[in-house]
């Protein structure tokens, strides 16, 4: 992306933003955005901006939970998966990179846990497809 544009791009989200704060689409293009840039620290903010309207869908949360990865913020991103899998407890994706994150942490016990709950999940997933 050319400069121009990328800064026209991040101009027009932020004005977006500025009319519609709650915007969780508009939240998650500027914060992939920043992250996208190097600018952490502000994507961080942003990503704290965003958990602080009501969100009802299991997938913006997994989201942010991928971008709270990508910025280190491990316990952020758990938070945000434990939610995104308080929505839907059949989220697969959620099940499986939360798994990974209490076993890097040394939660053996949790993460065989969430291991167990999502091969109940796909096992469940394939013989409804059969």
Known sequence: MILGDATGAERGIRTGLEQIP????????????????????????QLVMSLAHPIANDEAYFDLGILAIRLNKFDLATDCLNKSIDIDPGNSRALDILGK??????????????????????????????
Do not use: D, P, T, W
Request: glycine residues 4%.
């Open 22 to 45: 709650e915007s969780l689409e508009l939240r998650l293009q500027l914060l992939n955005f920043l992250v996208e840039n190097k600018r952490f620290s502000e994507a961080e903010e």
């Open 101 to 130: 994150i209490q076993a890097a942490k040394g939660n053996i016990e949790s993460a065989q846990h969430l291991k167990s709950r999502l091969e109940i999940i796909l096992h469940g997933q394939i013989f409804r497809s059969e």
